[in-house]
């Protein structure tokens, strides 16, 4: 299974920017899929996720209001909708799910290899 990361780039403070994760490989049972981030020197945080089923989700305080992830299964990619980007908000944004791979049984937890999101002020 692999996650490939695209949309990344630079943006003006106050601006939108869309992340895709394509889902690839083997036939995955996805618990939660989701994205998270890192600055240097800190500690990679929680930003969005969501269930499998799509049913439930989960956001940083930082970013209610501002973020939104949505799952299309048909092209099995999640989003992450930026909107009113902050300079804060600036880091490396990588995706990450957790599930089963059907045809083994083996649970997963896999990482993508992460997208560059820079806001300026």
């Known amino acids: 299974v692999q996650l490939v990361e695209s949309g990344g780039g630079l943006v003006q403070a106050g601006g939108s920017l869309r992340l895709s994760c394509v889902v690839s490989?083997?036939?995955?049972?996805?618990?939660?899929i989701g994205w998270y981030r890192q600055v240097p020197g800190k500690q990679r945080e929680l930003v969005a996720s969501?269930?499998?089923?799509?049913?439930?989700?989960n956001y940083a305080d930082s970013v209610k209001g501002r973020f939104a992830i949505s799952k299309d299964n048909a092209k099995n990619t999640v989003y992450l909708q930026m909107n009113r980007l902050k300079p804060e908000d600036t880091a490396v944004y990588y995706c990450?799910?957790?599930?089963?791979?059907?045809?083994?049984?083996?649970?997963?937890?896999?990482w993508g290899q992460g997208t560059l999101v820079t806001v300026s002020s």
């Open positions: 990450n799910t957790n599930g089963v791979v059907v045809h083994t049984g083996r649970y997963l937890v896999v």
């Open positions: 490989g083997s036939t995955f049972s996805i618990n939660t």
């Open positions: 969501i269930t499998g089923g799509g049913g439930s989700t």
